[in-house]
């Protein structure tokens, strides 16, 4: 028990911290735009650091359970905890822009920030790292027409048109979304698989057999883990919009924070599976949590703005259109041989760094 209790510690002060902060909401009612930014920063670390145990947790699952489920369970749970925020800070904040910008930004931290530095040390570590390249060729193609249709298009359709546009993106994203999990966990799942070598050692005889790992433990981890976040997430919303507002900083901000929130389970996953030479994994967690992230963002939000009325601007701007399909043309050529290196690590921390640059400038 007390075992456990230290294994969870982070979880047991994120929820600590969320009872504090509601206990003490009163007190917190009338802080300034400073004090507000500040808590809200405290408490987008304490998330970051429950976020870890839900890796944890997920990585379990993953080793219990193979490719493509494995990841699958850490990148859908993901989505689940950015529509929540998004749901909530939309309460709160009335921005259009928020949910395109932090799809936009999920996709350059996905595929540029996550994929990127994961090849890039992966292949400085171990050269070039061998993956599925069906995997590679089925995720960005499938980015691609998810992104153009629900993220280009609209930018032409007219205003009239755009609630019936609306109803038909929320469909087409559903079918698609259904269509692609039933091939990836049926007839194409070997797309989404590579068979490693598993090495031997003391460690790996000491954990036993992966048919040995407590599922129903670290699934209701991982639910517990999910649930403190989006709570914590609630919490969090008043004082990020209060701290934000009139503060200068660039409008993309809030966006953001949110794909980094939401992205925060995948990112140490995917980092230690490059660590451990086991690219398709981390493949997996980028490229799935970006398609997962438009095709089940988009409609959930669009229903929302429709049954709510609220404005919601999902089209891209020019700029992050360019770097979108810039990032999955560097993409497509990088994931064609069934292998990546540092190379092409570098190319896409890159395009990543001008995703920083131009958002620290308002673009």
């Known amino acids: 028990m007390l075992t456990t209790l230290r294994q969870e510690k982070f979880l047991w002060l994120a929820m600590s911290v969320g009872i504090a902060m509601r206990l003490s909401s009163h007190f917190f009612a009338g802080a300034g735009r400073s004090a507000s930014l500040m808590l809200a920063l405290v408490i987008i670390a304490v998330i970051v650091g429950a976020a870890l145990r839900v890796a944890h947790h997920a990585e379990q699952l993953a080793e219990r359970f193979g490719e493509p489920y494995g990841t699958m369970i850490l990148t859908i749970s993901a989505v689940l905890v950015e529509v929540l925020v998004l749901a909530i800070l939309l309460t709160h904040d009335q921005a259009p822009t928020l949910v395109r910008d932090t799809i936009y930004s999920a996709l350059m931290l996905d595929i540029n920030g996550v994929l990127g530095i994961a090849a890039l040390i992966g292949g400085l570590k171990h050269g070039e790292q061998k993956y599925n390249c069906d995997s590679g060729n089925s995720y960005v193609v499938m980015i691609l027409i998810a992104v153009a249709i629900a993220m280009v298009v609209p930018e032409f359709v007219p205003p009239a048109s755009a609630r019936a546009y609306s109803i038909f993106t929320i469909l087409i994203m ?9 091939l990836q966990t049926g007839q194409h799942s070997y797309f989404f698989s590579y068979a490693y070598k598993r090495k031997i050692s003391a460690e790996s005889h000491d954990a036993g057999p992966a048919s040995t790992i407590p599922v129903a433990r670290h699934v209701i981890y991982l639910v517990v883990g999910l649930a403190i976040i989006g709570w914590l997430s609630e919490i969090m919303s008043p004082y990020l919009t209060r701290g ?3 503060s200068g900083l660039p409008a993309i901000v809030p966006g953001l924070l949110v794909a980094f929130i939401s992205a925060s389970p995948e990112i140490l996953t995917a980092l230690r599976s490059a660590l451990a030479n086991r ?8 490229l799935g949590a ?15 703005g429709l049954f709510t009325h609220h404005t919601i601007t999902i089209a891209m701007t020019p700029v992050q259109t360019l770097m979108v399909f810039v990032t999955l043309i560097a993409a497509t050529i990088n994931l064609t041989d069934g292998s990546t290196n540092a190379i092409e690590g570098k190319a ?13 400038i308002g673009l």
């Open 244 to 246: 934000l507002d009139g």
């Open 279 to 286: 690219i398709q994994s981390t493949l997996n967690i980028a």
């Open 174 to 182: 559903l079918v698609l979304y259904g269509l692609f999990l039933r």
């Open 348 to 360: 896409h921390f890159a395009l990543f760094l001008t995703f920083v640059m131009l958002s620290a």
């Open 290 to 304: 970006s398609l997962s992230t438009v095709l089940l963002t988009v409609p959930v939000i669009e229903a929302i």
